[in-house]
């Protein structure tokens, strides 16, 4: 089974900031990454997949790079709608989720 | 408006079984896999199965491979997941997801609110 280890666990941050989150795979996955969000109370929502391909609806603030075992998503600008829980997943069977980064206002 | 609705999930005994289905709207579900992901409370996200367009390909997490059945219904707009020999670890908000493709590409873009499972004596 592949484990996606996601870092930091929180980031605090404030408004108009930029975001650097990352996912890190313990082994190759290709470009076969994804990342969704989840506000609370709410279901995920897909932002990013094929490591870096925007989602429809996604706002272009989001960008995703990387490739193998090493991958951001990089939120240039925070909104203060884009606070949230950040989860990684890669597509090998067993599908795994990382554990998710907490980004929080500073 | 694409809609996913999940029903079915209740408190449940150990060892009982529970049926979940989703309601499909907005889009044709010949079109697209479908899956199940779950969450335990105040936990991550949980990949628990998956089927292709047509039933060709199906997939399940370890954990819940021989007592969970995925199955779909295209006719009736709807997704299920049969699920026998509940445990206590099975306890989750279960969210039907759409994927992006016809295939399997375990990328899923459009999510249910979700239903929950509860096991407990």
């Known amino acids: 089974e592949i484990v996606l280890t996601q870092s930091p666990a929180t980031l605090s941050l404030s408004p108009g900031e930029r975001a650097t989150l990352s996912c890190r795979a313990s082994?190759?996955?290709?470009?076969?990454l994804a990342w969704y969000q989840q506000k609370p109370g709410q279901a995920p929502r897909l932002l990013i997949y094929?490591?870096?391909s925007r989602a429809t609806g996604a706002p272009a603030r989001f960008s995703g790079s990387g490739s193998g075992t090493d991958f951001t998503l990089t939120i240039s600008g925070l909104e203060p709608e884009d606070f949230a829980v950040y989860y990684c997943q890669q597509r090998s069977n067993p599908i795994t989720f990382g554990q998710g980064t907490r980004l929080e206002i500073k | 408006e694409v809609q996913l609705v999940e029903s079915g999930g209740v408190l449940v005994q150990p060892g009982r079984s529970l049926r979940l289905s989703c309601a499909v709207s907005?889009?044709?579900?010949?079109?697209?896999?479908m899956h199940w992901v779950r969450q335990a409370p105040g936990k991550g996200l949980e990949w628990v199965s998956g089927i292709s367009w047509k039933s060709g390909s199906i997939g399940y997490a370890d954990s819940v491979k021989g007592r969970f059945t995925i199955s779909r219904d295209n006719a009736k707009n709807s997704l299920y997941l049969q699920m026998n020999s509940l445990r206590a670890e099975d306890t989750a908000l279960y969210y039907c997801?759409?994927?992006?493709?016809?295939?399997?590409?375990?990328?899923?873009?459009?999510w249910g609110k979700g239903t929950t499972v509860t096991v407990s004596s």
């Open positions: 094929d490591a870096s």
């Open positions: 907005g889009f044709t579900l010949d079109d697209y896999a």
């Open positions: 082994q190759s996955v290709s470009n076969n």
């Open positions: 997801t759409k994927d992006i493709l016809i295939t399997m590409s375990y990328y899923m873009d459009v």
